[in-house]
């Protein structure tokens, strides 16, 4: 899709958003692979990482989520395992060079990252600099996918305005990543039900829809399912799969 074609879908969609396409209802004993667990705080320990890896394990989580720096480390501790070793590209603000992004994407598969999240530049974005955001989150997707990784693009829609939502879900799509995300969790403004519908209703059903920030209970995992997303990034993992064990008695 070229970039007229884009911004005249925007348009449309400002004014009339597609059809809900349906959210999902999760079980209790199904929620955990829908969870990446994270950790992504500075102070972040390896004792930490590798709970964090056995938690991961032991309830199924769909990934894990950490700092690169820990990415080596986690290929280690989740050998064997089907949880997917996932790590943070142009973190937490997307504000470096396409290049800065697509060499980091480049060394943390090598290095087993299975799923990458990027920030994307959100001040050009704003700005209106389509064509640079379009081509920074195609490079990295084009990198991720050459090493048979995922790209989850990181749009932090507290930042936005409903066009601009609208639009960074559009080239998300377009530059053929696999999931747009709702915030890094860093900034003001995490997931909301009503980003994570929009988002849905933007991307159709097809796309996947990551919801992070802010999301600490079994209630918050379950509105954001509901709303459309289908994979939570949370540091509360642990705990919402718990509640939902206790609500089942198990």
Not at 25 to 31: H, N
Not at 62 to 76: E, G, S
Not at 173 to 179: E, N
Request: one cysteine or more; a negative charge; aromatic letters at 4%.
């Amino acid at each position: 899709m070229d970039m007229k074609s884009i911004l005249e879908q925007a348009e449309a969609y400002d004014h009339q958003l597609p059809e809900f396409p349906g959210g999902l209802e999760v079980g209790s004993q199904a929620l955990a692979a829908y969870l990446d667990s994270t950790i992504l705080k500075p102070d972040a320990t390896q004792e930490q990482i590798h709970n964090l890896c056995l938690d991961a394990q032991q309830y199924g989580f769909a990934a894990v989520c950490v700092n690169p720096i820990f990415t080596t480390r986690v290929t280690r501790f989740l050998k064997g395992s089907m949880v997917k070793n996932c790590t943070v590209v142009g973190f937490p603000l997307g504000a470096v060079p396409t290049s800065i992004k697509t060499s980091e994407a480049l060394l943390y598969v090598k290095e087993g990252a299975e799923e990458v999240d990027m920030v994307i530049p959100v001040g050009l974005l704003k700005a209106g600099s389509y064509g640079y955001v379009l081509s920074d989150i195609a490079a990295v997707a084009q990198e991720a996918h050459k090493h048979h990784a995922l790209l989850k693009v990181i749009l932090e829609m507290g930042l936005l305005e409903r066009r601009e939502k609208i639009i960074g879900c559009l080239l998300s799509q377009a530059a053929g990543a696999d999931f747009v995300k709702t915030s890094t969790g860093m900034m003001a403004g995490g997931a909301t039900v009503e980003d994570v519908e929009l988002m849905r209703r933007v991307v159709g059903k097809d796309m996947g829809v990551k919801a992070a920030g802010g999301i600490r209970s079994l209630a918050d995992a379950r509105a954001m399912l509901k709303a459309g997303a289908n994979r939570l990034g949370t540091s509360a993992a642990v705990k919402i799969v718990q509640e939902a064990a206790a609500e089942t008695g198990k």
